[in-house]
T-cell receptor, first 114, second 111 residues
Framework: EPEVTQTPSHQVTQMGQEVILRCVPISNHLYFYWYRQILGQKVEFLVSFYNNEISEKSEIFDDQFSVERPDGSNFTLKIRSTKLEDSAMYFC????????????FGPGTRLLVL | GEDVEQSLFLSVREGDSSVINCTYTDSSSTYLYWYKQEPGAGLQLLTYIFSNMDMKQDQRLTVLLNKKDKHLSLRIADTQTGDSAIYFCAETPDYGQNFVFGPGTRLSVLP
């Protein structure tokens, strides 16, 4: 069964460094999403992406964040200058685009900012 | 803004039924979902229900939706130790829009 994959599974970085989290959505899906879950807290929406542009973003998704679909398969989330409070599990999700389908989530990347 | 609430903890004995409850505020919620998260793992879609349905059954899982009270529940029949996990309720007003998640209910299944 096709699934969303994410790399790396874990990343440790120093505060102020740039990180890129990678996702490979399910191949025929058209809508892509990033969510994050700070330890012990709710899963929070960050951004949605369709047709090579951001369709919606939350107030968490400030200028430090960017997303890109550099080729036909990858969907990336870049954090330009990481802060301690960026430490969280980051989930990518994708959706086909029909009304019957839901979002399928990847396994997540656990980011730790020191 | 939209809000989704759940009780945070539930303990049941193996073999009993579990009922996890969720309330939401957005009256335009179109789809409501249940996701399961095992320790250290991602979000696994369990089931979802469209807002024009009252009930959906899928093997051991039964979802009940009371749209008037904005109340969603997930019943797991014959709960097993492998069902121990955090269960998230989520809603979206439209299939194209982002999900709003509840805080998750940690289900512990006791032998």
């Amino acid at each position: 069964e096709p699934e969303v994959t994410q790399t790396p599974s874990h990343q440790v970085t120093q505060m102020g460094q740039e990180v890129i989290l990678r996702c490979v959505p399910i191949s025929n899906h058209l809508y892509f999403y990033w969510y994050r879950q700070i330890l012990g807290q709710k899963v929070e929406f960050l951004v949605s992406f369709y047709n090579n542009e951001i369709s919606e973003k939350s107030e968490i998704f400030d200028d430090q964040f960017s997303v890109e679909r550099p080729d036909g398969s990858n969907f990336t989330l870049k954090i330009r200058s990481t802060k301690l409070e960026d430490s969280a599990m980051y989930f990518c999700a994708s959706r086909v685009g029909t009304s019957e389908e839901t979002q399928y989530f990847g396994p997540g990347t656990r980011l730790l900012v020191l | 803004g939209e809000d989704v609430e759940q009780s945070l903890f539930l303990s049941v004995r193996e073999g009993d039924s579990s009922v996890i409850n969720c309330t939401y505020t957005d009256s335009s919620s179109t789809y409501l979902y249940w996701y399961k998260q095992e320790p250290g793992a991602g979000l696994q879609l369990l089931t979802y229900i469209f807002s024009n349905m009252d009930m959906k059954q899928d093997q051991r899982l039964t979802v009940l939706l009371n749209k008037k009270d904005k109340h969603l529940s997930l019943r797991i029949a014959d709960t097993q130790t492998g069902d121990s996990a955090i269960y998230f309720c989520a809603e979206t007003p439209d299939y194209g829009q982002n999900f709003v998640f509840g805080p998750g209910t940690r289900l512990s299944v006791l032998p």
